[in-house]
């Protein structure tokens, strides 16, 4: 018998042997074995502005520890700005086509591209848009372009901003599914919909005051490109007279009603191209990746380093789409250290998250800022959490249509008492003191326990109120005032003191160069994440996550539901986080 399990555990072994062997074997063909093709960009071309798999600003760089390999992305907004301002000077570029553009970038991230395409235009090179149907935010990006096309059976979205938020305070009553509550802050609506069945008359006021802030930058910016005044767009939105092709025609928002063949024959003619002749066309991921790598300038010492925090503030090492401690305080401890580091810009887009890992990056700024400026940039969203991690820069800039603020705190902890009850299932706790036992999902949430809760959230605001009157030289009274958890477009930020000035990413980094004293310099981007073995597997589809498995069976909308569910119900520790994401469509 003793024989048989030697012979059958032989076996495994060398069948396990060579499957790592064989699995070894594709990675190193794989990460090794010639890699994708360098694009070569001809003359006379356009670069084609799909957005559809931009979705970060910062693409990242991850070093794989275990396997000795690096990897480096390029297909991150930032990517693209830069491609865009290169393609100014590029002989070879002679236009961008925006044709029928989906994507995933949220307002202040458009806002930002928006501003880069209309820079590019300076140049005397034409920027061309078309789409069967324009959403209000593509809208918003297209409404830049020289000339802009609409399929004759098309339609064209403009009709204002809104917001809508699901209430469980009944359904929770009829399941016996609660979700206990402690927070701290009138405006802290992240948890309100656990405690109401409808918007409190603050939070409605915080919602409307943000929607109407956020329209007026939209509108003001298309009211520019298109010469048309706000009042008159705010007429057409309230009236819907834009909606078919020939109404947006008549209104001024489109330039022409044609389908895509005309397009394209319309960019042929602008290239001096024979009718019968294709064009030359570059993605713009490609054109990000060529001038990424090609057109590295390694001639300036000084350095102005961009640390990116994007996403929800979580614990550990973090990634792309999750704020961790691990990169970000290593980051900030690399750039303070390098003496060819002037200054760093701290590109923030979070809606917040852990209150602990917030104090701990704060913490690192701190230090930092002993050392060298620190200038803040923000993104879509720099709230609760976010604006924890950037009240103690030197500076803060934001787009006006930043969302921002959200000073305040709260815990939050499933309840199943009731709905265990219904079941016919009851739960009984001994102990030996009055405190011993933690808290217990099925058991009613006591007086005690209560306290303690509160008294913890209670604190942490206290410091998170601390932290925004040092970093902004305002009393803990006039941060009280504006904080209590209620959110701040960047423009009106700006007048209650939250941020110094309305800007984007280029205006941080000069101002970064001004407060570093430097004329001359190229720019470095952070962090660098340290992921493990079986990450990589995933990456070339050896292996999937659990993530990619539940998106696959139940879809991305479903799939999306079910992850808020999870970050709520998961959630550890006291939580600095706004309420929602606005998502602009």
Known sequence: ??????????IVGLFAFFMIFFFGIILIGALFGGGEETVTVKNNSVIELDLSEIKEDYAGKTNFKDFDYFDVNHDGLS???????????????K??????????????????????????KKSGKFVYSYADVYSQKEYYLNSVANTIYINPIGELDFKGLSAEIMFFKDFEEKSGLKMEVIRHGKYKSAVEPFLENKMSDANKEQTTQLLNSIWESVVTDIAKSRKITPVRLNQIADGLLARTPEMA???GLVDKIAYEDVYHNDIRKALQVTADEDYNKVDIKDYAEEVATSNIDLTSKDVIAIIY?????????????????GSMRRSLQEARKNKDVKAIVLRINSPGGN?????????????????KPVVVSMGDYAASGGYYIACNANKIYAEANTITGSIGVFGILPNFTEAVKKLGINVEQVKTNPNASEYSPFQPMDANYRGFAQEGVEKIYGVFVKRVADGRKLTTTQVDAIGQGRVWSGQDALKIGLVDKIGGMD???QE??????TNKFRTQDFPEYEKEFGDILSKFGLAQSKESIIKEAVGEQNFEILKHIKQMTSQKGVQARMAYELKIK
């Open 1 to 10: 018998m003793k024989f048989l399990g030697n012979v059958l555990a032989t």
């Open 79 to 93: 990517d693209v700005l830069k491609a865009i301002e290169y393609a100014k000077t590029d002989d070879k570029i």
């Open 95 to 120: 236009g961008i086509s925006i044709l029928n553009d989906v994507s995933e970038l949220g307002i202040a991230q458009t806002k930002a591209l928006r501003d880069q395409l209309e820079d590019f």
């Open 249 to 251: 025609k008549a209104e």
């Open 309 to 325: 925090a994007q996403g929800e503030i979580g614990s550990g090492e973090g990634d792309v789409n999750e704020i961790g401690e």
């Open 355 to 371: 209150a602990l890992t917030s104090e701990l990056i704060w913490r690192e700024i701190e230090l930092t800022k002993k050392v």
């Open 507 to 509: 205006e941080a980094i």
């Open 512 to 517: 970064a160069a001004r407060l570093g004293k």
